[in-house]
């Protein structure tokens, strides 16, 4: 009797695909009863349960898990010999389990609405307009890093622990659900990661666990990088999967930020995109703006690369390549570079309300 309820449930993965593949078809059936409809109340009860707990309660169960699973490769490796057939109706079952507990509890926010339609702004943009949102954000940037600092080529250094930003950094979220209402984010569930070594060495920053609703934050990254990296992930926890969405609204949780660090932390994150994009397309227009910022910004930039440089090895392009074919699965078809893309939402949004 058991085996056959492994096989059925190793066979539900078929139908289970299927579903999932003829559900992506129709972002506004997820958007209302998926992502504004079961998701919500499932990441507040997740919250709810987990978020007092001071560490990480999903790093926890990864690392449980890792060891159940080698152990039982290990006590079944002669069974592989005996049965091939019934330890691969064992792997598939288990696997079917965590496929369908994934897209339950997250995973079908891949297949929603794509946000410039829910925010009504346009997909495109030309290089003129890019080039003044640009030159906008350059101003900005420049004003707050010299109000920080008094010198412009000094960069700025967060005078708070990277726990003391982790727990102000849902403050830019209150006062960005009077924009966005459905950006409400309560209770919090946001903490440094008990992998943070091995996440450096794969070369994230940070991540949303879809099995407990927990947003991670690699513990080892500039402090500077922190309240955009955790208003990301925040982003994630509350429904968009997206990684250019989620780059978007954690840039405008750190902007709408009552904290002044906060504040050019998500200006300059929103200024490195529209840079980067700017070289792509022409590199002497580059050259002339990136002239105009202030060089403490630019040695802001210049400790996040070489933090990453510093932790480069030969495992990272593999991980990287892994998460972007995992996107692309997903319905992010740029995969990993679909992150450039928050430029964007980024253009649009600013030129529909003025800086």
């Known amino acids: 009797m058991l085996k ?11 139908p289970q695909y299927l579903l999932i593949t003829w559900l992506s078809n129709y972002p506004e059936f997820v958007e209302q009863f998926y992502s504004h409809g079961i998701y919500p109340f499932i990441s507040r009860i997740f919250r709810y349960i987990l978020g007092w707990i001071p560490f990480s309660f999903g790093d926890l169960v990864y690392t449980l898990s890792i060891i159940y699973v080698v152990r039982w ?53 030309t290089t003129e307009q890019l080039i003044s949102v640009t030159e906008k954000l350059i101003k900005k940037s420049n004003a707050l890093h010299l109000k920080v600092t008094k010198n412009d080529t000094i960069k700025t250094d967060l005078p708070y622990s990277k726990s003391e930003i982790l727990k102000m950094t849902p403050i830019g979220y209150e006062n960005l659900k009077q924009v966005f209402p459905h950006l ?10 008990l992998y943070s070594y091995p996440l450096t060495y794969m070369g994230f920053s940070g991540y949303l666990n879809p099995f407990t609703n927990e947003a991670q934050v690699d513990g080892l990254i500039p402090a500077y990088k922190v309240p955009t990296t ?59 703006m990136v002239a105009d910022v202030n060089i403490g910004i ?11 440089e510093s932790h480069e090895n030969l495992a990272e392009p593999l991980f990287k390549l892994f998460y972007g074919n995992f996107l692309k699965v997903n319905k992010q078809n740029k995969g990993m570079e679909s992150y450039s893309y928050v430029v964007a939402l980024l253009v649009n949004y600013f030129k529909a309300n003025p800086l």
Request: aromatic share 20%; with cysteine.
């Open 298 to 308: 630019l040695k802001n930039y210049r400790e996040v690369r070489q933090f990453w």
């Open 73 to 125: 490769f290990y006590k079944n490796r002669k069974a592989l010999r005996k049965n091939t057939k019934q330890w691969f109706i064992d792997i598939f079952s288990a696997f079917a389990i965590m496929y369908f507990v994934f897209h339950l509890f997250w995973g079908f926010n891949y297949y929603r609405l794509p946000l410039h339609k829910s925010l009504d702004i346009a997909n495109d943009y």
């Open 230 to 288: 955790a208003s990301h992930e925040i982003a994630h926890q509350l429904g968009y999967a997206a990684e250019n969405e989620a780059n978007f609204i954690g840039c405008m949780a750190a902007i709408n930020h009552d904290d002044i660090y906060f504040r050019y932390t998500g200006y300059t994150f929103g200024l490195r995109f529209c840079l980067n994009e700017i070289y792509r397309r022409d590199e002497c227009i580059y050259e002339d």
């Open 184 to 193: 409400e984010y309560h209770p919090k569930s946001i903490k440094k990661s």
């Open 4 to 14: 056959k309820k492994k096989t059925l449930l190793s066979l539900s993965l078929i």
